[in-house]
Every structure is written in C-alpha cells, then in structure tokens.
C-alpha cells in the first residue's frame, strides 16, 4: 500500500516496487477509507508519506495515519518517507 499525495512520487515508488509485490493499491491521503482498506486488503506493507496539506512539514498527518494503521493491524510494516524530516520526527515515529 502507497499512501502518497504526489502523483510522481507514486508512481515512481509503484515502478520501483512492481517487481517485488504482486499488488500494489495506492491512496493520495489516509482518507476516511483507510481502516477500511486495511481490514479488507492484506498488505505485506505500506509505504506512507509524512504531509498531505500543502505547506504542512510538521509530519502530524503521517504519525496519526501511523497509529491509524497500527490500530487496524500492528503487524504491518511500515515506512514512513518525507522531504521535511528530522531528528525528532524520527524518533517521534519510531
């Protein structure tokens, strides 16, 4: 699963990890229909951006959608993948 907003972005990781899953769905945010998506859908793992609004670098979207996740199924791998990181974002998500 990609939760990304950036189209390129998405695409370039869909190209990158096409030959390593058999599947792969891609949301531009973790919408209303995450929970949804991750009690239907089995993934092996989920690729998840940290900032969804425009001009939004605190990383706030991406940890709530983290525990989100977690929530629906604590197995699940994560990465977390941002252009504004930082130490204490880092250690914040892990």
Not at 26 to 31: D, K, Y
Not at 57 to 80: F, N, Q
């Amino acid at each position: 699963l990609i939760i990304e907003d950036d189209a390129d972005v998405q695409r370039a990781a869909r190209v990158s990890l096409k030959h390593c899953f058999g599947h792969i769905d891609v949301m531009a945010s973790p919408g209303e229909d995450l929970e949804s998506r991750l009690t239907t859908t089995n993934y092996s793992a989920a690729l998840l951006d940290m900032n969804f609004v425009a001009g939004q670098r605190s990383g706030t979207e991406g940890l709530d959608a983290l525990t989100r996740i977690h929530a629906c199924d604590s197995t699940l791998a994560v990465v977390l993948m941002t252009a504004y990181g930082g130490v204490q974002l880092a250690v914040a998500a892990l």
